[in-house]
C-alpha cells in the first residue's frame, strides 16, 4: 500500500541532545513537507522541498534542520538550539508543488523533553 | 495574522444534529481544502474546493469565492464525527486554520 510512514510515533529528547525523525514516503511525491502542531494551534511549517536536493524554510525553521538525498526520504532534525521541542510533528507529501494539490500525511511523531 | 480564520474553535452538539464549521481567508486562493485529524493524531483530507459544493456521505462543503469563505456541514451527525476539522488556504496553500474540535455525544 502506498503512503507516509513516519518512525518513531513517540520520542523523548534529553537537554542539549539532538534527535532525528524519519519521514518515508513510497508515492513517488516530488514535495514533502514538515509541519510542527501545538494544542490550540494550526499546523505551522517548518521545512519543505519540491526537489531531491533542495529544501526551504518554512515559517519556524530555526532549531531544525533536514535533508533530502532522496525522493523517498525527508528526515528532520530537532537540536539542541530548539529550545521548546515538544509537540505533535507531521510529515506530508504532494505529487508536485502545493498549491491546489492535496496532501497526504504520515501518522504523526509525538516528541516529549526529558 | 494567520490568513486563514475558523470559528468556532471548540463545538460540542448531539447525535443527529446539524453542524456548520466556518472558515474565512483574506487573500485570494487557487483551492480551499477541508480536512480531518482523528484522536490519534492522523489527518485525511475531506475536499479540495475551487468554486461551488462537494458532497461526500453525510458532509458538504461549499465556497463563496467572493466572499472569500467556506463551510463543512456534516448532516445527521454520529459520534463517530467527532474530530478536529481544519481548513487550509493562504496564497502558497500552505496556511492552516487552527482548527474546530467538534464533539457529538450520543
Known amino acids: 500500500d502506498g503512503g507516509i510512514t513516519q518512525s518513531p510515533k513517540y520520542l523523548f529528547r534529553k537537554e542539549g541532545q539532538n534527535v532525528t525523525l524519519s519521514c518515508e514516503q513510497n508515492?513517488?511525491?516530488?514535495?514533502m513537507y514538515w509541519y510542527r502542531q501545538d494544542p490550540g494551534q494550526g499546523l505551522r511549517l517548518i521545512y519543505y522541498?519540491?526537489?531531491?536536493?533542495?529544501?526551504q524554510k518554512g515559517d519556524i525553521a530555526e532549531g531544525y534542520s533536514v535533508s533530502r538525498e532522496k525522493k523517498e526520504s525527508f528526515p528532520l532534525t530537532v537540536t539542541s538550539a530548539q529550545k521548546n521541542p515538544t509537540a505533535f510533528y507531521l510529515c506530508?507529501?504532494?505529487?508536485?508543488?502545493?498549491?491546489?494539490?492535496?496532501?497526504?500525511f504520515g501518522a504523526g511523531t509525538r516528541l516529549s523533553v526529558l | 495574522k494567520n490568513e486563514v480564520e475558523q470559528s468556532p474553535q471548540n463545538l460540542t452538539a448531539q447525535e443527529g444534529e446539524f453542524i456548520t464549521i466556518n472558515c474565512s481567508y483574506s487573500?485570494?486562493?487557487?483551492?480551499l481544502h477541508w480536512l480531518q485529524q482523528h484522536p490519534g493524531g492522523g489527518i485525511v483530507s475531506l475536499f479540495m474546493?475551487?468554486?461551488g459544493k462537494k458532497k461526500h456521505g453525510r458532509l458538504i462543503a461549499t465556497i463563496n469565492i467572493q466572499e472569500k469563505h467556506s463551510s463543512l456541514h456534516i448532516t445527521a451527525s454520529h459520534p463517530r464525527d467527532s474530530a478536529v476539522y481544519i481548513c487550509?488556504?493562504?496564497?502558497?496553500?500552505?496556511?492552516f486554520g487552527k482548527g474546530t474540535h467538534l464533539i457529538i455525544q450520543p
Open positions: 506530508a507529501s504532494t505529487p508536485q508543488r502545493v498549491g491546489k494539490n492535496i496532501q497526504y
Open positions: 508515492l513517488n511525491h516530488d514535495a
Open positions: 522541498s519540491q526537489i531531491v536536493n533542495d529544501f
Open positions: 487573500v485570494g486562493i487557487s483551492a
Open positions: 474546493l475551487s468554486s
Open positions: 487550509r488556504g493562504g496564497a502558497d496553500g500552505l496556511t
